[in-house]
């Protein structure tokens, strides 16, 4: 699997939009790009996920470059409540099943601080 | 829907103890997980589950069981704690991609 690699940790202004870079450089064809987030003492939470177009939900946009080997999420309007660690994954998304495939491999992530 | 829940929120056990882990979906989700977070650290799988009657091991299993006899429950025994799982505990679940996990709020358990 892909080795990510984020920078540690991020400052945005409230109501600004965030964005989460996000290199992994020797991503292969059938690789997808995943992103989740945790805030303090929750479970993570899915964000989102594409493959090679951008992709666009409720909570956020992934843009990814065209030779697939660095992404950025983008929250357009950063809250405060969006002060979290923010993972990218990159994982094959097979049907088939075994082994370590259901392993989520969390890494260190971006701490953004969403401040007033 | 309630999504993915978890009972206890938090357990204080003593060494040597036994204990089970709720966890609960009702997404109708065939993939559930439990994996255990240390602190400042990375989510480690310690079970999965692909369905009813199916479940495998994942990267830390020892010290710990799971069964997995209806769809919705995917409870989590502690047999003989130890302080080395003292730790954060979550329960997830996904329908059609492992990658798409839906995760309960955590069990916080200390062995003492």
């Known amino acids: 699997d892909a080795k990510t690699t984020q920078p540690p940790s991020m400052d945005c202004a409230e109501g600004r939009a965030a964005n989460l870079p996000c290199n992994h450089s020797?991503?292969?064809?059938?690789?997808?790009v995943y992103w989740y987030r945790q805030i303090h003492s929750q479970g993570p939470q899915y964000i989102i996920h594409?493959?090679?177009n951008n992709e666009t939900n409720e909570m956020a946009s992934l843009i990814i470059t065209e030779d697939r080997k660095s992404s950025t999420l983008i929250l357009p309007h950063a809250t405060l409540r969006d002060t979290a660690v923010y993972y990218c994954?990159?994982?094959?998304?097979?049907?088939?099943?075994?082994?370590?495939?259901?392993?989520?491999?969390f890494g260190k992530g971006t701490k953004l601080s969403v401040k007033p | 829907n309630a999504g993915v829940t978890q009972t206890p929120k938090f357990r204080i056990l003593k060494i040597g103890q036994s204990m089970t882990l709720q966890c609960a979906q009702d997404?109708?989700?065939?993939?559930m997980y439990w994996y255990r977070q240390d602190p400042g650290m990375g989510l480690k799988l310690i079970y999965y589950s692909v369905g009813a009657g199916i479940t495998d091991k994942g990267e830390v299993p020892n010290g710990y069981n799971v069964s997995r006899s209806t769809t919705e429950d995917f409870p989590l025994r502690l047999e003989l704690a130890a302080p080395s799982q003292t730790s954060v505990y979550f329960c997830?679940?996904?329908?059609?991609?492992?990658?798409?996990?839906?995760f309960g709020p955590g069990t916080r358990l200390t062995v003492t």
């Open positions: 594409g493959l090679k």
């Open positions: 020797t991503i292969s064809g059938n690789e997808y």
């Open positions: 994954i990159v994982r094959s998304s097979g049907r088939g099943y075994g082994g370590s495939q259901g392993n989520l491999i």
């Open positions: 997830a679940s996904s329908y059609s991609s492992p990658y798409e996990q839906y």
């Open positions: 997404m109708n989700h065939n993939y």
